[in-house]
């Protein structure tokens, strides 16, 4: 951190800031775009507004979620709350396929290792921290002095809030700060709905728009062994939204890529995308060879080949960002506009001068040892991708936070160990095969005198090398993994920090910090785009809902794995819905993963919606954010209350949720 | 007409027969790949099944449409039946806006020039062509004498049947016919719904799927004073369709270029298409700014503009089928394919091994020429595109049929007519404005010393040249013309017939000739297909009807020009529907403009459908045609039948139809 890049002229923050896109950014609570809200929409939050949406939102593992009732229920996704919901069922009670509804208050079942963390407070200790390091202390040494007086704070101030404290790390280092959390222990499962309505229209239409999920689950914190009443809450809507209503969503944005260096994204469109590509090409073409085998293995890896699916349109919605030249072209300018700042001042010239050229080298080197990474190792095979990952979980813990992988920061590392805990069948004879499928490949590509070859065959032929393995031993290459370690991962982590340093003290607080898996503020209308060769109505509704079921010919044609098939619940009470009610909305708001399960909320501070996804074209959003297309998904508010009063008579439930 | 070219080996033909795509095709009645239809659809059309759809079937002008009731009910498009309905309609009876129903025969209205044809019988002249000219005839007289047969074949088959008689060319002359032609002349509007029905969703769902449109209309054919009655005509469906079902369609595909040289598609996709599209964007351009003069000028181009976006929309489309690597690869290879075998063949080679490097050398000309041939003209102006218009159609109808421009054939050219009688309106302020624009860019691209230039502005302003040319000159430019004539269109023209024929030659007819607007089947299943991100559900309902109408806001929003409104009717008696029915369908079928109109027939011979569209991944089908994406789009039958029933109460005209 480098004080000094706090004062520079206000010029250079202004033309900087005048760069964003419309609905761009994904900003801290201390530093919001209110002028630029107001110009837009004619209206800004105030402070009390701010703090009442902040003391209502809720982290989740991995997720976000919200308080909206005064006795403590908490409205999330069905898809963040599903592990949760899977801990608490049994193979007699199957909460995820057949939903779950407490009648009352003692059938909410408790959730163990569930926490919530409310955000109470945020400090800035950028400048305590400058002060406890002398100028002209050895970098080594300031390190630790650094860290030493980072744990005094956050026990400080622990101490005497009472509160879990985290140290946050905002623009690469530009600012450190210290949020304080209300953490919540007792946490009960209330209602979920199906998974096929809660995800209906499964993995095709997962990550699209025109979209019909009623993706949430409500739970409730305890304490105490009682309800808890939060002193902030979100109200319910009475009105509902309308298309162009400007809207705001609190979450927890997990990661972007959004200050790569145009070389690193090169690097990602020309080798590391078309490279994973084709891994899932391959993964996905042992699995359909591995489905021919027998009608059990067809049914075993039918929902895995559905995943790689997915992984492959997300990967190509990566992509076709990357290949958007008139974004690339932004980017590329944005990064030409940096440099030449950062020529003109010696200082960040010293820092930073070289590091572009440094992570460009990098990629290089990170493309000749590609073959071997996509080759060494795993090959394929869930079970060794799992034994791996548990050596991987103790590698990292024995890390400090900032050192480990983000997946496994702080803030992930739970979710990671919970959801180890939690494996995924597996079938010993698909191991075998798709890790001898992996061998072969590798040999192959590799050549029989490559070394891990050599190591993994040694003489023998890749099916006896599979079956040993899966049997029992425990695979990796640590020469492979230094060298990308030394010379592709701490370059890029390296040099990536000394740009973005020199971007905060160009630009400053101008813009929004990188996700960060902490509270965020985003905002933007409810609004069409054009798709599909026209334009996409803003709303779904319960009507399209219904046109999907039908237009696939309903549950007798349980067409494709009965992706738009409904529970039968639905389709008995179908009369009793309003057709012409939203169901779903797209709106103009910059998220991306963890914001799953954010509350929508409106300019009264009312709860609106519920953030589920975004659209195919918002993939891109992990590299930078374009409003003509790109739209967040959420499940409408009056969707939620309307099923359940019609569809599972939770009448009690919707008094709690509306006041009525 | 090479007669030896009949007795090539049976190998080619099999080879040359299995490079057509799947549902590729748009076949002649003499010539179905029933053993490939067998062989997809364990099932294929008989003789009689082919009579029968065949003299079922109608040509409307510049569209299909068939007989449907033994009382000589037609179906058609309301789009193709939108110009009639305008000509019955006035200023105090607009049904076109708002629909029409005949509640008796006697309120049927007659449609003055509107003629319908059945094809009642179809010969092969071929032969005896080939022996009405002596070998050794020198060329010119050759084609003398063969006109001179055709007519004589004409006059004997017209006394002999008292039908009308067309000469048809198949195969760029691999083939002639005599099509003989029952002609209705008194054709009477029966039934029409509102446009806003017919055309829901409006220009930007136009070419594109999920839609929502019930464009259809109803004539009855009258023979002397009484309704007619036909032999054959389509029985309504008791059962409907489900996806997977085998469809055909019967109709009249205007023009492909599916034989067009890799060369000409080149050209097309590097120059000719970016071009139009740059005189698109450039004609939007100016009425976007001549909007800005006045709220009048906005409403008067306010449609205009959406008109150009869709042509905008479509060139696209099939810009976008030319950049398909995929498919242009099979393009390429097929032309290497016909070059080999054409190369292996001294008698080929000699007629038409030159012909790729001439039409490429064409192309080359035609570059050079495009700058000027955008410039100079009508330069945007409606009213002068309209004057030239009507000296073009004096110029082609001096000309034999086959030697016209394509839209000016005896089959299009009453439409073409017709279509000038009926002027769209113009205003001269908006076409002075237009043409001084357009002059302003001439002067601009071509230069001041520029010839047309110089002639059109001889030192006056662009805005004087444009009010004296609006107020009453005529415009164009001989020797352009002539040069495009000598050296692009005629080599085009001469050596793309030798290049047909010697595909012919080659292939014979395991292969379908180009559209003609003579009567074609295409044939394949209702089907869904990947776009959006996801999978496109193959119906859609009319509960997706009002979702669309539902998420766009409704008659109070009247989003986007009241693209997604409704009549009030259809308002009004929502809640008598049944929001399950489908209401449009997708399906493998493969068909172009002058379809539109063309019954949908099942394996029974009845009616199920009624084209009216494909989807925007059928626009590149001008090219090649790609079964994985290309969708036909059609109005289901009991979309037709279950609105006339509950929105219209038109139970008689549902009782004729279904016979109920």
New interface residues.
């Given amino acids: 951190m480098n004080p000094r890049s706090l004062a520079l002229p206000l010029l250079a923050l202004a033309l900087a800031g005048s760069s964003l896109r419309a609905e761009e950014g994904m900003w801290t609570f201390d530093n919001l775009p209110t002028k630029k809200i107001q110009a837009g929409y004619g209206w800004a939050p105030d402070q009390a507004w701010l703090d009442h949406v902040r003391l209502s939102s809720l982290r989740f593992p991995g997720g976000s979620g919200s308080f909206v009732s005064k006795d403590g229920l908490v409205l999330t996704n069905h898809h963040v709350g599903r592990g949760w919901i899977q801990r608490v069922s049994s193979k007699e009670a199957d909460y995820v396929q057949n939903g779950f509804a407490a009648a009352t208050r003692e059938q909410e079942i408790k959730v163990p290792g569930l926490e919530l963390m409310t955000l109470m407070a945020m400090e800035n200790i950028t400048d305590r921290l400058a002060k406890a390091v002398k100028a002209g202390t050895p970098e080594k040494l300031a390190l630790k002095q650094r860290e030493t007086e980072i744990e005094k704070i956050k026990k400080e101030m622990q101490e005497k809030s009472g509160l879990t404290c985290e140290h946050v790390t905002l623009y690469q280092g530009g600012e450190h700060w210290i949020y304080s959390y209300k953490k919540h222990t007792d946490v009960r499962l209330v209602f979920a709905p199906e998974q096929q309505i809660a995800f209906f229209?499964g993995d095709?239409?997962n990550?699209?728009f025109?979209r019909h999920n009623l993706d949430f689950s409500l739970f409730r914190v305890y304490e105490n062994g009682k309800p808890y009443q939060p002193k902030d809450f979100l109200h319910w809507t009475q009105t509902g939204l309308?298309?162009g209503d400007l809207t705001f969503v609190t979450g927890h944005p997990g990661r972007t890529n959004r200050q790569d260096t145009v070389a690193q994204m090169e690097f990602s469109a020309d080798f590391a995308i078309p490279m994973r590509l084709k891994a899932y090409e391959r993964r996905k073409a042992a699995m359909v060879e591995y489905a021919k085998t027998s009608p059990e293995a067809a049914r075993q890896v039918n929902t895995q080949i559905f995943g790689i699916e997915n992984g492959i349109?997300a990967t190509t919605?990566y992509w076709a960002g990357l290949k958007d030249k008139d974004a690339m072209a932004r980017i590329r300018a944005a990064e030409k506009d940096l440099r030449a700042k950062v020529a003109k001042d010696a200082k960040l010239t010293a820092e930073a001068g070289q590091s572009w050229a440094k992570i460009e080298a990098a990629t290089k080197v990170a493309k000749d040892l590609a073959k071997d990474a996509l080759n060494v190792g795993t090959a394929n095979s869930t079970l060794l991708g799992y034994a791996l990952g548990l050596v991987r979980i103790a590698d990292e813990e024995a890390l400090p936070s900032e050192k480990r992988l983000p997946e496994y920061s702080d803030a992930n590392l739970k979710t990671a160990k919970a959801r180890m805990g939690v494996p995924a069948p597996f079938y010993k004879e698909q191991e075998v095969f798709m890790f001898t499928k992996g061998l072969e490949e590798a040999a192959k590509e590799l050549g029989p005198q490559h070394k891990f070859v050599k190591a993994m065959l040694g003489g023998k032929s890749p099916a006896e090398v599979a079956k040993a393995a899966v049997d029992g031993s425990k695979l990796n290459d640590p020469e492979l993994r230094k060298k990308q370690e030394d010379q592709v991962a701490s370059v890029i982590t390296e040099h990536g920090t000394r740009i973005a340093k020199a971007r905060f003290a160009v630009y400053g607080k101008n813009t929004y910090p990188d996700a960060t898996f902490t509270l965020r503020l985003s905002y933007g209308a409810v609004a069409?785009y054009k798709?599909?060769?026209?334009?996409i109505?803003?709303?779904?509704?319960f009507?399209?809902l219904?046109?999907?079921y039908?237009?696939?010919?309903g549950n007798a044609?349980k067409?494709?794995n009965g992706a738009?098939t409904l529970p039968q619940r639905w389709v008995d009470k179908r009369g009793a819905l309003d057709?012409?009610l939203?169901f779903n909305f797209a709106h103009k708001v910059d998220i991306i993963g963890g914001n799953s399960g954010s509350p929508v909320i409106d300019k009264k501070g009312e709860l609106v919606g519920l953030i589920f996804d975004g659209?195919?074209e918002s993939l891109p959003g992990n590299y930078f954010y374009d409003e003509a297309v790109n739209r967040g998904v959420s499940v409408d508010a009056r969707a939620i209350t309307h099923a359940l009063d019609k569809v599972y008579g939770a009448t009690a439930l919707v008094a709690e949720l509306t006041g009525k």
């Fill in positions: 229209g095709p239409d990550f699209t025109p309308k298309a349109k919605g069409e798709a599909n060769g026209t334009l109505q803003p709303f779904t509704t009507g399209g219904f046109d999907r039908d237009g696939w010919g044609a067409a494709h738009w057709a012409s939203p659209n195919i």
